[in-house]
């Protein structure tokens, strides 16, 4: 099962979250309608996709975000603006059947 590794931020980029998930486009749909109240991500208004890495195995994609979370945030910083200098938001354009993301 393929999985993600991923880095979110609020629309100030003061903060960073990083996660992990076999459905990208689930947990941002998620983290957009702040559908778990008391999650990290909703409390911290983190609902823009700024980096993300594609795994085949859903597992090594869990192991990339112990790494990532142990790291500082100047790690996490030049990894953004290595894939995405402008920080925008990758998510933006997604569709669902099910769903839209804004």
Avoid at 67 to 94: C, F, V
């Amino acid at each position: 099962m393929p999985g993600y590794t991923y880095i979110t931020t609020n629309k100030n980029k003061t903060v960073l979250y990083v996660g992990a998930t076999d459905d990208i486009r689930r947990r941002l749909m998620e983290n957009k309608t702040k559908i778990y109240k008391n999650a990290f991500t909703a409390k911290y208004n983190c609902n823009i996709l700024v980096y993300f890495e594609e795994y085949e195995d859903v597992n090594d994609a869990f192991l990339r975000e112990k790494q990532l979370k142990a790291g500082n945030r100047k790690r996490k910083e030049a990894l953004i603006n290595e894939m995405n200098p402008g920080w925008n938001d990758l998510s933006i354009n997604w569709k669902d059947e099910n769903f839209e993301l804004r």
